[in-house]
């Protein structure tokens, strides 16, 4: 029996090899790794050792797998969340109507203004206890990951070719089988660049939400997050230094050994016709691939799997014309609920901002909310300006554009706040205006989106456009304007959004900065709701968060959504 | 025995229609009253043009579709959704990407919970039956056309289906592949290695039809409706150019470019916008015309020749010729293609004047060319919204054909320089129009 089911291994051909010493160990020492660090999280918070941080560099190995395992514990919480959330929204019309909205707004809101909130709920969950504050932090994370993530594949599941369904259903697949067989795989490729982007925004999150302060509290979990922040206390630059570096290395593993394999088996999914160029396998793949017993597990592991979704699940997948009379009624009774439920919703705000606050506080608010728009502003502008000639004279050139496309992409993941102490320490030094010198680091760690998104666009102009204008002698800004830019625009765009959407968030975090004692304050949204948080000021936390979302959501309908429209209608390429 | 099993009937269709429902005006009718009985043994071919409905009417066999009146039989139970012991070959493939040769073909095995040995020795016979036999293990992407849907074949086969749906099967591929294919699924068929009892198959190649089918459904348009049905009384294999063949094929040719009499109606009365304008460009046209004009046709062609020359489908031809039939440039009889006087006299013509007959054309036999004028004429400003005509548009004929008419009527409007179409407002203008 066994010997039908693994002949292989019956042959004897599966025996482990050299490679799967090496591969033993790695699995060991994660597994070593989660199982040290997991029991502290159940230590009472008062406990001795559960909230210090030293800033020996010895410790901070065990800070960055503390910080990693927040990021992986977030991932995992992402992917529960988008597989249901998606699937529910393009499954039932009737949700649709009201779980995409609320995934538009999510997208907006600068959760890290909500941090306050999210650390006193989850700490009343688990009162006096670590834990509390661990899942602060990695909601935190799960907060700049999962709309992203749930948006893609909802996306997937609405467009899954109209032949594949039908091949599907007039093959009896039944519901469980369609979702496995087809719809899932089928939004795999998205959902695994998108997880990828979005784990990029998550280590920023990671950094900035292990050291929280409510009021007059202030909790360090162990992280690199939190070494930073003490070594801002007590003005370490160098262990600043030491911070970075790990925080680079552990980038780097992370990208080397889940995500590059992952996006290389990714391809498989992608719903292509024709064979294209396929890029070399990641090196973990192949040792994945050599070593015997490893593969052996991962072929398992696969095929339990696809059992599981071949599984005769459910009623077999029955598509008739629904009746069109019985659902209008329902419609209408599910859209006055919904009116209810948000005017309710909008009451309760209300109600609850007003207690304190007048007009003027929005007022207020809503100025400095300008000053902030006009930062994001400038600054979009002026990273174009840079990014993207140097973007394009990159992409133009594929050897070079090979070699800057990862680094940019990695630079897009390293958290920029981890940057800000030499800039702080800058301004302190030469006493500048912290107004206009703060600004740059809310595009730090974005702009790095408008570069490798403009890279991938001039790489992708096609050659033949590119030698009718030489043919024509177009040349200097003429090129520009007809040539490269409207090529280009569909990926700007692209990469803007993202750059300007992370840069409101940054504003929260960028627009306060300290060294030590010193501490400089720009005027902003980001400042005020900063502040409010310092003061424990909920409502006014709430005030500020409601206005930047508000800012968010008008400056992506106004500009970006017509913008992003206009260049997917016209200037798209093939 | 065999002949008792050949005649029962696995399939019955009855008094079936489809209509898609519109708010104000009649519904929009697909299918209107077919009939149709399908028995054991034989392979039968619905013929007609794109949008005659017949691979509605395919999806209604398969379950995929409920009709909005009338009923299926299949094997004289009524069928509510996909049918057991139905299998679909499409067009596109419709290919797992994801899933290797192997896979996709086990895949409707797995869905009946057919347990793993099982399936996967039935899989590689149907991968050998069907020609596949080392291509196990590849995917989809890494296989030309024809492999590709001898992989569709294959998965189609693998349940053992008593009948054998095809939609287009060989319209994707190149005319040597899909040969090759036809040749191929025609032995296995005639020797009985088949695992199926009858086959249905949707074209719209007139050849193909004659070439595979016992039996032929001739499709008419708009609504869709069961206009003629043919014997093929030949025996496998058959010859192309066997002078029987040939007349077949031809007399295939007259029925189709013999008009509905509703239709001949509308286009004698053009007073009405009920009639879908067909995506044909004002080069193709022209050309056509100019071919005609020429030797060895000197005015008037022989459709399957003039098709066979200038390597047209039916399916390109037949609008093509219509189209001038509609602004009476040529006209259309019998499966023969006649230049009118106002065609000769557009091949004549130099570019602009060619643009004044083609105006005049528009504005004299096609209502909606003429009331887009009309109303750009009366406004102050000369413009007009898109959406307006579309919404009128709609009212007669389905959002999709609305939408081509349109599109038709601009690139048509544009040549003529009967106004001209901004695409970023959907508006018409007179902006530029001398």
């Not at chain 1, 992409?395 to 102490?421: C, H, K, V």
Request: a negative charge.
């Amino acid at each position: 029996m066994s010997a039908t089911l693994h002949p292989a291994l019956a042959e004897g051909r599966r025996l482990p090899n050299a490679w799967d010493a090496a591969a033993i160990l790695c699995v060991f020492a994660a597994l070593i790794g989660i199982a040290h660090e997991a029991p502290s999280t159940f230590e009472r918070i008062d406990a001795p050792q559960a909230l210090t941080v030293s800033l020996d560099p010895v410790h901070l190995p065990d800070y960055a797998l503390r910080t990693t395992m927040r990021m992986f514990a977030a991932l995992v919480a992402s992917l529960l969340f988008t597989f249901s959330y998606a699937t529910a929204a393009a499954k039932s019309r009737r949700a649709a109507l009201i779980l995409v909205p609320i995934l538009d707004i999510l997208q907006s809101v600068p959760i890290l203004g909500f941090l306050s909130f999210t650390v006193v709920f989850f700490m009343s969950l688990f009162p006096g206890r670590v834990l509390g504050l661990e899942l602060a932090s990695i909601f935190a994370i799960f907060t700049s990951q999962a709309w992203n993530m749930a948006f893609s594949l909802y996306q997937s599941l609405k467009t899954v070719p109209a032949d594949l369904k039908e091949a599907a259903d007039s093959f009896h697949l039944t519901a469980w089988q369609r979702y496995w067989r087809l719809e899932v795989p089928f939004g795999i490729p998205g959902l695994v660049w998108n997880t990828m982007m979005s784990m990029s925004g998550g280590w920023f999150f990671v950094v900035a939400s292990e050291a929280v302060s409510v009021g007059d509290n202030t909790w360090k979990l162990p992280g690199i997050g939190s070494y930073v922040a003490l070594a801002l206390e007590q003005r370490d630059i160098r262990a600043v230094c030491y911070a970075i570096v790990a925080m680079l290395a552990v980038i780097l593993a992370y990208d080397q050994l889940l995500f590059r394999p992952l996006v290389a088996w990714s391809a498989k999914f992608r719903f292509e016709t024709t064979a294209g160029a396929t890029a070399e396998d990641p090196w973990l793949l192949r040792l994945m691939r050599r070593t015997r017993l490893m593969s052996w597990l991962a072929d398992g592991v696969g095929d339990t799997v696809s059992a599981v979704g071949g599984l005769p699940l459910a009623l077999r997948a029955y598509r008739g014309t629904p009746s069109q009379h019985s659902s209008r009624l329902f419609d209408a009774i599910w859209f006055v609920l919904l009116v209810a439920v948000l005017i309710w919703a909008v009451m309760k705000i209300l109600g609850f901002v007003s207690a304190d606050l007048g007009l003027g506080d929005l007022g207020q608010a809503v100025g400095l909310g300008l000053l902030t728009l006009v930062r994001v502003a400038v600054l979009m502008v002026l990273a174009s300006l840079i990014w993207v000639p140097i973007g394009v004279w990159i992409g133009l050139r594929p050897i070079w554009a090979r070699r800057a496309q990862p680094l940019a992409q990695f630079l897009a993941a390293f958290p920029a706040n981890l940057l800000f102490p030499p800039v702080v320490l800058f301004i302190v030094y030469f006493s500048l205006n912290a107004d206009i010198w703060l600004t740059p680091l809310m595009v730090l760690g974005t702009q790095w989106y408008i570069l490798f998104n403009v890279i991938a666009g001039a790489a992708a102009f096609p050659g033949d456009l590119r030698e009718a204008a030489s043919n024509f002698r177009i040349g200097g800004w003429l090129w520009w304007r007809k040539v490269m830019i409207p090529g280009i625009l569909p990926y700007y765009v692209t990469g803007a959004i993202t750059a300007s959407g992370g840069s409101w968030n940054a504003a929260i975090v960028a627009e306060v900065a300290s060294w030590g004692d010193t501490k400089l304050t720009a005027h902003g949204l980001g400042a005020y709701i900063a502040a409010a948080t310092d003061h424990g000021d909920m409502t006014r936390v709430v005030l500020g968060v409601v206005v930047m979302s508000g800012f968010v959501l008008l400056f992506n309908r106004l500009l970006w959504r017509p913008l992003y429209a206009y260049s997917e209608r016209h200037l798209k390429l093939g | 025995m065999d002949t008792i099993v050949g005649q029962q009937s696995l399939l019955e269709v009855r008094g079936c229609r489809q209509a898609y429902h519109k708010e104000a005006n009649s519904d929009l009718v697909v299918l209107d009253d077919v009939n149709l009985t399908l028995r054991e043994g034989e392979m039968v071919a619905l013929l007609g043009r794109s949008g005659s409905g017949k691979s509605t009417l395919l999806r209604i066999v398969a379950g995929l579709l409920t009709p909005t009146a009338g009923e299926v039989l299949w094997r004289d139970r009524p069928v509510h959704g996909p049918a057991e012991g139905v299998a679909m070959v499409f067009q596109s493939f419709a290919l797992f990407p994801w899933l290797t040769v192997q896979e996709n073909v086990e895949l409707g095995l797995e869905a009946r919970g057919v347990s793993r040995s099982e399936r996967e020795s039935r899989a590689e016979a149907a991968i050998d039956l069907i020609g596949l036999g080392g291509f196990e293990s590849a995917y989809p992407k890494e296989l030309s056309g024809g492999m590709r849907q001898r992989v569709g074949l294959a998965r189609a086969l693998v349940v053992h289906p008593d009948l054998l749906l095809m939609d287009e099967p060989f319209s994707a591929l190149d005319v040597l592949t899909a040969e090759n294919l036809r040749t191929d699924l025609i032995d296995l068929w005639s020797e009985g290695r088949l695992p199926v009892r009858s086959v249905l198959m949707v074209t719209h190649n007139i050849e193909e039809a004659v070439l595979m089918c016992d039996r032929i459904l001739v499709f008419s348009s708009n609504p869709g409706r069961v206009a003629n049905e043919l014997r093929v009384p030949f025996s496998h294999p058959r010859n192309r150019l066997d002078p029987a063949f040939r007349q077949l094929v031809d007399d295939i040719y007259g029925l189709m470019t013999r008009r509905p009499k509703q239709s001949v109606r509308a286009v004698t009365s053009p007073a009405t916008l009920e009639v879908p304008l067909q995506r044909v460009g004002t080069n193709q046209m022209a050309g056509l015309m100019e071919a005609l004009a020429g030797p060895p046709y000197n005015g008037r062609a022989d459709l399957p020749a003039l098709a066979a020359a200038l390597q047209y489908e039916v399916d390109e031809l037949l609008p093509l010729g219509e189209t001038l039939q509609l602004l009476h440039f040529a006209v259309l009889e019998e499966g023969d293609i006649t230049l009118a006087e106002d065609g000769r006299r557009f091949v004549a013509a130099d570019t602009d004047d060619r643009k004044r007959l083609f105006a005049t054309a528009l504005t004299a036999y096609v209502p909606l060319a003429r009331m887009v004028r009309q109303v750009l004429d009366e406004r102050w400003n000369h413009r007009a919204s898109a959406v307006r005509f579309r919404d009128e548009l709609e009212d007669h004929m389905s959002p999709e054909y609305a939408e081509d008419t349109l599109r038709t009527l601009i690139g048509w409007g544009r040549y003529a320089e009967l106004f001209s179409y901004d695409e970023e407002a959907e508006q018409f203008s007179l902006e530029d129009i001398g």
